[in-house]
Nanobody, 125 residues
Framework: QVQLVESGGGLVQAGGSLRLSCAAS????????TAWFRRAPGKEREFVAA????????YYADSVKGRFTISKDNAKNTVHLQMNSLKPEDTAVYYC??????????????????WGQGTQVTVSS
């Protein structure tokens, strides 16, 4: 399995921006769909965004569409999540995950075998 390490979280004011990174090792992300999930306090882990193995297709939750952008650098084996216009409700631990699926199964967290340890994002009002 691929190993994933997230970075880039922190504290930001509402309306601000953060860029999360997910660095992979052990295997290339060229064969994986890579996604970001998040878990807010007291809530289930939810899908945020995903990008397919080639980087040609991206998928977003309705709550972040138009504000977040997922991208992939296959040369550096890294996936990024650019988060703009952040809101207090975006506060959560953000996790990077990888799966071999490349269809509607990508929205389901149980279909991901590889997970990072998470990075905290806190948005103050």
């Amino acid at each position: 399995q691929v190993q994933l390490v997230e970075s880039g979280g922190g504290l930001v004011q509402a309306g601000g921006s953060l860029r999360l990174s997910c660095a992979a090792s052990g295997r290339t992300l060229r064969t994986y769909t890579t996604a970001w999930f998040r878990r807010a306090p007291g809530k289930e882990r939810e899908f945020v965004a995903a990008i397919n193995w080639s980087g040609t297709n991206t998928y977003y939750a309705d709550s972040v569409k138009g504000r977040f952008t997922i991208s992939k650098d296959n040369a550096k084996n890294t996936v990024h999540l650019q988060m703009n216009s952040l809101k207090p409700e975006d506060t959560a631990v953000y996790y990077c995950a990888a799966t071999y699926y490349d269809n509607t199964s990508i929205y389901t967290k149980s279909n991901y075998a590889s997970w990072g340890q998470g990075t905290q994002v806190t948005v103050s009002s």
